[in-house]
């Protein structure tokens, strides 16, 4: 009975994976089938050329750009204001604490469609009481209200990360650095800034990638400017060919080596530690022999 | 915060605190009350606002109640307005996607927590992880292709001599739930994932030693261990399904309508804004009663939920 159990959890565990993952098997075959609608049946005989108009589709490009430049600038903001606000967390308690980290993480939880109208009408209203109807640039609609929309929940993601990290600093070395004359930014700078430093890349990479997936935020403030999911999302809905699926196989591509290069280096560093370990045990072993 | 200008200097300190305001403030607090004050303006041509006709009215929330149609559930039928309708249905819908999320995840949760190696665990989690990174936009697409009245599903279905013509997936709300449920179903793995993998292995075999069948060990022990785990996953899965706009757009069917979508045609096809920003701060009054809920029902903190 035991072993049926088992067994049964095991087939479970493997469907559930085929369930994952058959959707973009199917995504990813569709996008070689030459056959004007994207689909794996019926299949119509091998092609490159959906590649070779996605490479020409300019509009495509452009998206590609603004993505990337909109990820960077949340990537770069998140992490600054995260890491400021993960600080600014450990160092206060009581009520304050309370109502502070409050607030912080509900933002994780705002539905992305109301940040984006909030962050929309604000700057707008803003701009029109400021300047009247001729509003100057960060008041208009547009990508940077798209990032600091986004910024807006991210930095909660980033803060929970160096937050998590700050749990095990040693807040004793502060004091010895201060101690022994290093000054108030020296400290920031040498001693509590290089600990976090793990926290503050793994913030960055998952700002980068969250941004990069933002919809919701970037549909109400964008103004007319696209973006990669913006794009995918009215040729899904307006006459779809399967350039879309050949956008997609490439972005699974990286998403997978990239997935794959960071097991490989954590599996290297297990080893190392490993290794590191045993060579411990060993001269501990030796060192009693001698004794 | 004494302490913090001890160490880090006035001036840096004072640079911490200005960076969390600019967030909290300008990206969080005033956003949200704009959003407020906005819901209660009405919809004017641009030579009245500020104008005498400017003043605030509960008009745009009342604009839920416009339109009345019929709807016949079990046989009942009766006049709903049709926002109404929409909200609920959009309520309704998250819920069962919830429910269905938890009864997919919780066995594999509990699979790869106390039975699969940890020899094996990073490679599962890898397999995981890549559809989590495909953007939502793209695991929508896919079932829209696989769910296509000629597509793959049907294909292999009467390939198999299971159904002899080809079958329109998308009708109501099919569509919808199918696609949250395979966009949202990880959020609710990790977090029930974590709670599991912090019970100790000797409880479960303790009673099983006493003879305890296995519903009972799920029942008495694992989830109520699991209790935490449960409710972070319950509020992601609900909150990302009742906010998506991706989806219900992507596989909605003639007669579908999520509620971010309604929200949307007040923002961008009608451009009343103001209507938009009532709409939306319903949607925001509905997830918070649904995290306070949950939050009571399970028993747990707010600072539970986000780890």
């Known amino acids: ?33 030459d056959n004007k609608t994207p689909s794996i049946v019926p299949w119509k005989g091998f092609t490159w050329k959906w590649f070779e108009a996605l490479w020409a589709d300019d509009r495509m490009w452009h998206a590609f750009q603004n993505t990337i430049f909109v990820a960077i600038a949340v990537a770069l903001i998140s992490v600054i204001v995260g890491t400021a606000a993960a600080i600014l967390i450990n160092s206060v308690s009581g009520n304050l604490r309370a109502v502070l980290y409050g607030t912080m993480i509900s933002t994780i939880l705002i539905p992305g469609a109301v940040i984006g109208i909030s962050t929309m009408i604000m700057w707008t209203k803003m701009g029109g009481l400021l300047f009247g109807a001729d509003k100057p640039f960060p008041f208009i609609p547009g990508l940077h209200l798209s990032v600091l929309g986004q910024v807006s929940y991210i930095a ?28 108030h930014g020296q400290v920031m700078r040498r001693i509590l800034l290089p ?13 980068f990638f969250q941004s990069i997936e933002n919809f919701n935020v970037t549909q109400f403030t964008r103004g007319g400017a696209d973006t990669l999911t913006v794009y995918v999302f009215s040729k899904v809905r307006s006459g779809i060919t399967p350039t879309i699926n050949a956008l997609a196989l490439m972005l699974i591509l990286v998403t997978l080596s990239m997935a794959v290069l960071y097991e490989i280096k954590r599996r290297r560093n297990a080893n190392v530690e490993a290794a590191r370990e045993a060579e411990a045990r060993r001269a501990a072993a030796l060192e009693e022999a001698v004794i | 915060m004494g302490d913090m200008i001890r160490r880090y200097g006035p001036g840096l300190t004072l640079l911490v605190c200005l960076l969390t305001a600019f967030w909290l403030v300008m990206l969080v607090i005033v956003p949200n009350i704009t959003l407020l004050e906005s819901s209660f303006r009405p919809y004017l041509p641009v030579v009245d606002i500020g104008g005498p006709k400017d003043l605030y009215t509960a008009a745009n929330y009342m604009k839920v109640f416009n339109g009345a149609i019929e709807v016949s559930p079990f046989g009942f039928s009766f006049q709903i307005p049709v926002h109404v309708l929409t909200f609920s249905l ?11 999320c938890f009864a997919l995840a919780y066995p594999l949760a509990y699979f790869m927590a106390k039975i699969l190696s940890p020899r094996s665990l990073p490679t599962m989690f890898l397999l995981l992880f890549v559809p989590l990174w495909v953007s939502e936009v793209l695991r929508a697409f896919a079932w829209w292709i696989i769910l296509a009245l000629k597509g793959p599903l049907s294909w292999i279905l009467i390939q198999l001599h299971l159904i002899d013509h080809e079958v329109r997936w998308i009708v109501g709300y099919n569509g919808v739930m199918i696609g949250l449920v395979y966009t949202y179903v990880l959020f609710m793995i990790f977090p029930v994932y974590n709670a599991i993998s912090s019970l100790d292995s000797n409880q479960i075999e303790a009673a099983e030693d006493l003879g305890a069948p296995w519903w009972r060990i799920h ?3 694992v989830l109520p261990h699991a209790k935490p785990g449960i409710a972070s996953g319950a509020v992601m899965v609900f909150m990302l399904s009742a906010g998506s706009l991706l989806v219900p ?50 028993r747990v903190k707010l600072s539970d939920i986000a780890n």
């Open chain 2, 219 to 221: 029942w008495r022990i």
């Open chain 1, 156 to 183: 909660a993601i980033v803060m929970l990360l160096v937050l998590a990290r700050l749990q095990s600093f040693d807040q004793g070395l502060e004091e010895a650095a201060l101690d022994l004359g290093a000054t």
């Open chain 2, 90 to 100: 959009t309520i309704f819908y998250s819920v069962v996607v919830t429910l269905i």
């Open chain 2, 249 to 298: 757009s992507i596989l909605g069917s003639t007669t579908s309508q999520w509620f971010t979508q309604t929200v949307q045609q007040w923002m961008l096809d009608a451009l009343d804004w103001n209507t938009a920003a009532a709409y939306a701060f319903l949607l925001l009054v509905m997830c918070t009663l649904f995290v306070s809920l949950v939050m009571k029902i399970f």
């Open chain 1, 1 to 33: 009975m035991y072993k049926i159990r088992q067994t049964l959890a095991r087939v479970y565990a493997g469907a559930f994976i085929f369930y994952m993952l058959i959707p973009l098997v199917i995504m990813g075959a569709a996008a070689f089938n």
């Open chain 1, 195 to 207: 600990h976090l430093y793990p926290a503050i890349g793994a913030g960055a990479a998952v700002a």
